[in-house]
């Protein structure tokens, strides 16, 4: 049995081990080196990672509601003169 790879196979099969090992890693922003030596050094492979461009990302962080200092405890039927949280 012989089985052949083309470069871009070879890279992509880099890609997704690396990624097997737990260092997952976009296609999209790895860039893969091949080199072939002679001698004992043989094929090397170096895999270089750019972070993506966040083009999505809000221009402005939004903004809170504000919250009353004081809440109106009319609606909710309780007295003014009651303190207690359970009304006992």
């Known amino acids: 049995m012989r089985i052949e790879l083309e470069e871009d196979e070879i890279k992509r099969a880099i890609i997704e081990y ?3 090992q737990g260092l997952p890693i976009d296609p999209e922003s ?3 080196d091949l080199k072939n030596a002679r001698g004992d ?3 090397t ?3 270089s990672v ?3 461009e966040v083009t999505n990302a ?3 962080p939004k903004k809170l509601e504000s919250v009353p ?7 909710l039927g309780a007295d003014d003169d009651d303190k207690s949280i359970f009304n006992s």
């Open 18 to 20: 690396v990624s097997s």
């Open 30 to 32: 790895a860039e893969v």
């Open 69 to 75: 200092d004081k809440i109106d405890t009319t609606e």
């Open 50 to 52: 750019t972070k993506p």
């Open 41 to 43: 050094f043989g094929a």
């Open 58 to 60: 809000p221009a402005e």
């Open 45 to 47: 492979a170096t895999i």
